[in-house]
């Protein structure tokens, strides 16, 4: 059983929870994830770890209540445990050796792009972040952003809050001012990841995107989370979730990622054709 040491609210949809789980607090790095189970019924959801204390042996997820199994999650408090944490799985992004960096998230996509930026705070890139929302109301994680980065950037959609407009709109003009960024970080919904990196390809400009396909375990066995990447299949549990953003297939991954939508949207419980039962 792994305890909810801490649990604070970001927006209406949207919770941060810091969990026990020193054997991943030894040696989680950025752009690594988990997948955690909240009871011997649930289903395997897939997380980008968010933070980390290695003396504390915690972890810290942020969880967007949108299913069934992140409702649960989030509905429970601190001092409440979960069943299951593996990890971490997957691949620690590389940040070594760059100097000037822009890192993009877009919505809860910035609880992934803020322990990037951290790091590449840490060891010594000079960073700019840019953070979309919709909306004032769902903007998050600003003061910890604002921290970790020499510049912070907030678009909102309909101008609420920061800049009006895209992620994309502010990349370009920082790149058409002058700012040489040797590698760009892009975070958040597939269409926006594939809209950076459309932006940047014409400068030549390094990206990474952080993929999150359909995944089941984690481990590169079901096949579940395949992808497209220069024209060879990947899977993103053990070769990602970080590739180059040039040579994603991201017509293949939208499709792929929308195929259960309809029946995600009609049940709250599937059956579990292997197991025989419902699957909560």
Do not use: W
């Not at 995600?264 to 599937?270: A, F, P, V």
């Amino acid at each position: 059983m792994y305890k909810i040491l801490e649990k604070k609210q970001l927006n209406e949809n949207v919770f941060l929870m810091e969990i026990a789980a020193p054997h991943v607090a030894r040696k989680v790095l950025p752009g690594q994830f988990i997948i955690f189970r909240v009871n011997e019924n649930g289903e395997r959801v897939p997380l980008t770890v968010s933070d980390y204390n290695r003396e504390k042996g915690s972890i810290t997820i942020i969880c967007q209540a949108v299913g069934k199994s992140t409702r649960l999650l989030a509905s429970l408090e601190k001092g409440d445990s979960i069943l299951d944490i593996a990890g971490p799985l997957g691949m620690p992004t590389e940040l070594e050796g760059h100097k000037k960096v822009a890192v993009i998230g877009g919505g809860v996509g910035c609880a992934i792009a803020y322990p990037q930026a951290k790091m590449l705070s840490f060891i010594g890139a000079k960073v700019d972040m840019i953070a979309g929302f919709r909306n004032r109301d769902i903007v998050i994680l600003e003061e910890e952003m604002r921290a970790v980065s020499d510049n912070l950037y907030i678009t909102t959609d309909d101008g609420s809050y920061g800049e009006k407009g895209f992620v994309t709109t502010k990349l370009l003009s920082l790149i058409e001012s002058g700012e040489n960024y040797d590698l760009v970080i892009a975070i958040g919904p597939v269409p926006m990841m594939r809209a950076v990196a459309e932006a940047t390809r014409p400068f030549g400009i390094k990206t990474i995107v952080s993929l999150n396909p359909i995944m089941i375990d984690g481990t590169g066995m079901c096949g579940g989370c395949r992808v497209t990447v220069g024209g060879e299949i990947k899977f993103a549990c053990v070769d990602g979730p970080d590739f180059d953003g040039h040579k994603v297939d991201f017509s293949e991954l939208m499709s792929r990622n929308a195929t259960y939508r309809n029946i995600e949207k009609e049940k709250d419980e599937h059956f579990c054709k292997i197991r025989g039962d419902k699957n909560a």
